[in-house]
């Protein structure tokens, strides 16, 4: 998906591939993290939001989680991201493996949970 220039229609297939067989989607892109853009999904990609939570799992609903951001350092907020404070998505954020903030981390309300990450260069990384 991000191979390339990510629209609307690209985020809509991403968001809708496979909703019989793949019963969570894990994303993290969204408007830049530079603490001025305030942006969303399309018309496209909410319609493939709708269609995921209402038929995805087999009738149950797919479940569409999103990072909180990387833009911290910048003074980005979540709450500017329509991704992460859509109703649809489960936002999760992250902490430094001695339970603080990492320098990267956007703090918002829509936040629903909290994983270890990375954080400082001298912490242990997490391997994908």
């Not at 530079?34 to 939570?53: C, M, N, R, S």
Request: with cysteine; proline share 4%; glycine share 14%.
């Amino acid at each position: 998906m991000l191979d390339g220039d990510v629209t609307d229609v690209v985020e809509a297939k991403s968001l809708g591939i496979r909703p019989d067989y793949i019963d969570i989607y894990s994303a993290s892109w969204g408007p830049d993290d530079d603490g001025k853009t305030v942006d969303g999904p399309g018309p496209l990609a909410k319609q493939a939001f709708e269609l995921g939570i209402k038929k995805g799992r087999k009738g149950l609903g797919s479940i569409f989680v999103w990072a909180s951001g990387n833009g911290g350092r910048q003074g980005d907020h979540c709450s500017c991201d329509g991704y992460t404070n859509s109703i649809y998505t489960i936002s999760v954020s992250s902490s430094t493996e001695n339970g603080n903030k990492p320098w990267y981390l956007e703090v918002c309300s829509s936040t629903l949970a909290t994983t270890y990450s990375s954080g400082e260069f001298y912490d242990r990384k997490i391997v994908k």
